[in-house]
């Protein structure tokens, strides 16, 4: 919800302005190891216009734009680590005045490091005690229809399905398995200055299926708050603030109740934005959203 290009390269563009984010999750508080994640996105539309300023000359010649973008996305969990790195390049199509389709790809690679902590007094050469490396181009495609007042997502990333070591024996799942994403979304007017916006989003990988219920509440398109439900996982508390139409900040508690309730205190996610202007007036789909 504060980010959907992390799960769909086609989401790049739909802005009229350079979007940078960066975020820092730390995840399962209280839980030695526990995953830490962070990231960079930054992507921009190229020759758009259907901004504020040119809303007329862009409904009226139906133009379609580009856009592109990159990703740095990094985890450790324990002694895993995974890096990774992407590209991607989006084709805004308009399909009337009011609706847009948009098709992206993105191509990157990810680096897996498995960096054993060898414990006080042990022997460094204990044949339990492994390093391991590996390398994989990966990519993702991504489907993306939206207007002002609704939005609908289809992707899937890991699409080449690659085996993080040949060498690994069947037994072990060592495939970056592909994830399928849906989103939705539509807003309600409540009233002049607020919108109500539930959303959904779906995520289905070998066999493991999860759904987000979503909400989100707008003022003014600058301050926001929001709920999200993950059934038998988790309630998540999000908060959110456009600074002077360009900073953004936004941090999300996710309050667990599944069996790890016990031993976690919960995970914490905080995310901070930049809109560089690359027209007179901003007003994109997004800020609806």
């Known amino acids: 919800m504060l980010n959907y290009y992390l799960i769909n390269p086609a989401v790049s563009g739909t802005e ?35 901004g504020a300023h040119d809303s007329k000359r862009a409904n009226k010649k139906m133009l379609s734009h580009h856009s592109v973008g990159g990703m740095v996305n990094g985890q450790s969990a324990g002694p895993l680590r995974r890096l990774s790195g992407y590209a991607s390049y989006a084709f805004h199509l308009p399909l009337d005045p009011k609706h847009y389709l948009s098709l992206g790809a993105q191509m990157g690679g990810i680096q897996y490091s498995l960096q054993p902590v060898i414990s006080a007094g042990q022997d460094p050469s204990d044949a339990t005690i492994t390093n391991f490396s590996a390398f994989n181009p990966d990519g993702s495609v991504g489907l993306w229809f939206y207007s002002i007042d609704y939005f609908m997502g289809l992707s899937v990333t890991q699409i080449f399905d690659n085996k993080l070591d040949p060498n690994f024996s069947d037994q072990y799942n060592s495939t970056l398995n592909r994830h399928y994403y849906f ?36 003022y003014n398109g600058n301050i926001w708050g929001g709920l999200s439900l993950r059934p038998q996982d988790a309630l998540v508390v999000m908060l959110g603030a456009v600074v002077a139409r360009k900073i953004e900040v936004g941090v999300s508690y996710d309050f667990t109740f599944s069996g790890l309730r016990v031993a976690s205190k919960g995970s914490c996610e905080l995310v901070l934005g930049y809109r560089f202007d690359q027209n007179a007036s901003i007003i994109s789909p997004s800020d609806f959203w």
Request: charged letters at 20%; proline letters at 4%.
């Open 16 to 50: 009229d302005y350079l979007d940078i984010k960066m975020a820092y999750r730390t995840q399962w508080i209280g839980i030695d190891n526990a995953p830490k994640n962070y990231y960079v996105t930054a992507h921009t539309p190229l020759g758009k216009l259907h």
């Open 183 to 218: 989103t939705g979304g539509y807003d309600i007017k409540v009233n002049k200055h607020t919108l109500l916006i539930p959303s959904t989003l779906l995520k289905f990988s070998n066999h493991a299926f999860q759904a987000d219920i979503n909400a989100k509440l707008k």
